[in-house]
């Protein structure tokens, strides 16, 4: 989607580094949300984010929302080989019912 | 209950062929939806069910035919489909139509879809 600017598109790191993924929208949102999926399977749900300077963590992910930037970027520490996959953000703006997605980013950890 | 249930999970048909993909929910939401995703490409939102209606259809040729029996289950059926409709079938649910009420989106392990 246009409306949700995801990158990088693939990214590459050792095993142990830190990394982070950013997901820009071009229209206020109402929530963000960020899904991690493995190829060809479904969906899994990491965080969502619905108001400014909001931050969530779960086991070494961090995600936050800037709201006047309406950006947020997913942050992962001391990545390990579990993490690999594709990263998607997606989002609902106002005015909107349904959800979007930005094009994903493709995470491959080297051992 | 956090799941949504899709039913089958592989699904290989021919041209001529009419068959339908099922979806479940027991979490009480009130919105479905289903999405169509290529192989490297973002999920693409296909229909949205809100309380049992059908609210949004991001022009979907008619080959592809929703439908919402209750609140819980979610249909799509399929008939005369070309190769290129060949993709993983996403369905998803949430409380609510999006934006305040919809409090998050589930989505099932999908159906992946093989026309020949």
């Known amino acids: 989607s246009q409306e949700l600017e995801q990158s990088p598109q693939s990214l590459i790191v050792q095993e142990g580094k830190n990394l982070t993924i950013n997901c820009t929208s071009s229209k206020t949102l109402y929530g963000l949300y960020w899904y991690k999926q493995k190829y060809g399977e479904g969906l899994i749900f990491l965080m969502m984010l619905q108001k400014g300077g909001e931050e969530k963590s779960h086991e070494k992910i961090t995600a936050k929302l800037d709201e006047k930037k309406q950006q947020s970027s997913l942050h992962i520490t001391a990545s390990q080989p579990s993490h690999a996959g594709i990263y998607l953000c997606?989002?609902?703006?106002?005015?909107?019912?349904?959800?979007?997605f930005g094009q994903g980013t493709r995470l491959t950890i080297n051992p | 209950d956090t799941e949504v249930t899709q039913t089958p999970k592989h699904l290989v048909m021919g041209m001529t062929n009419k068959k339908s993909l099922k979806c479940e929910q027991h979490m009480g939401h009130r919105a479905m939806y289903w999405y169509k995703q290529k192989a490297k490409k973002p999920p693409e939102l296909m229909f949205v069910?809100?309380?049992?209606?059908?609210?949004i259809n991001e022009s979907v040729p008619s080959r592809f035919s929703p439908e919402c029996p209750n609140s819980s289950l979610l249909n799509l059926h399929l008939h005369a489909l070309q190769p290129e409709d060949s993709a993983l079938y996403l369905c998803?649910?949430?409380?609510?139509?999006?934006?305040?009420?919809?409090?998050?989106?589930?989505f099932g392990s999908g159906t992946r879809l093989t026309v020949v």
């Open positions: 069910y809100s309380y049992e209606k059908l609210s």
């Open positions: 997606g989002a609902d703006f106002q005015g909107a019912q349904k959800l979007v």
């Open positions: 998803a649910s949430s409380r609510g139509p999006t934006g305040r009420v919809a409090k998050g989106y589930t």
